[in-house]
């Protein structure tokens, strides 16, 4: 699929959503269960997400598409407020509604043009990316993270499934 | 985690409205496309989470608990109603909430009681299972194809993220 900025929108505008559809009534302990040593809980996950939002997508479109000569992205600390302070699910999943608002109420203030997809800016590890490489980047990185919590959310269940654990791919990854 | 009924439903209710986020307003050609040969659409999948709530869920559920002898359960045709017919996504997302709606209040109706939970049918292939099995595979079956979901429309931008896709585990899974 070739990029259209309507579609990547569209994909961006529906994570709240979606997020709050998976993660509100469910316990606390399926909320902060994980996948093992070094995994995210669903409330890390999306500690994460609200981290992008505030620290990284919006402020490396800026760069891009800013007069300056300096084009280098400052490195995204992907561990960033992954912590889970004292806050509800629900105060995060509105933290997040809330900031990506913002950052799409940005974006449709830029007027962002089809001549300004190969604009450039420089990743601190890859060098030269594309606008239209960092708003594709964004959408799939929503969908990975709620791929995410899926998995974790259905991993809680894996010995309850008993024989059905070998049908359920989603278990064993 | 241990069992819970009520978790699972929270889940299994929670689903209708996740997909509908997720596939609401996405152009007609991401919601056809797949992962390559062999692999389901986003509409696929959809059809295939209709199909269950037609035929196999509730009917095994019933199967469990009823006073016949024989518990064997039918096999279910997993590739069965995948095929889109020519159906909005909107139509099917309504489908699959009616569907599920009726699947839920038919659980509510049966008074599960926590002596239920270790009744048992027998899987043609599996032999002897629980219907705290069942039922924890049901919202673990929901989980994984959400996140499959995910995963068919990130892949539409496996290329469009440039040098990011060695970032985004997604997309090479």
């Given amino acids: 699929m070739e990029f259209e900025l309507n579609s990547s929108i569209n994909i961006l505008s529906q994570t709240p959503n979606t997020l709050s559809s998976l993660l509100t009534n469910l316990p606390e302990s399926w909320l902060n269960s994980n ?7 669903p409330k890390q996950i999306l500690n994460h997400l ?3 939002e505030r620290t990284d997508w919006v402020s490396r479109i800026k760069v891009i598409l800013s007069e300056n000569d300096d084009k280098s992205f400052k490195p995204f600390d992907r561990e960033g407020s992954v912590i889970v302070r004292d806050k509800s699910i629900l105060q995060i999943l509105d933290d997040f509604r809330i900031e990506r608002e913002k950052s799409l109420a940005f974006l449709f203030s830029l007027e962002i043009k089809e001549t300004d997809h190969m604009k450039t800016g420089v990743h601190p590890e890859f060098g030269e990316v ?30 309850e499934v008993g024989p059905w654990v070998n049908y359920l791919s989603i278990l064993t990854r």
Same sequence: chains 1, 2.
């Fill in 35 to 41: 996948e093992g040593a070094e995994t995210w809980s």
């Fill in 50 to 52: 609200v981290h992008g």
């Fill in 130 to 159: 594309t606008l239209k490489q960092l708003i594709s980047t964004w959408a799939v990185h929503d969908l990975g993270h709620i791929a995410q919590i899926c998995r974790v959310l259905a991993k809680q269940y894996k010995e």
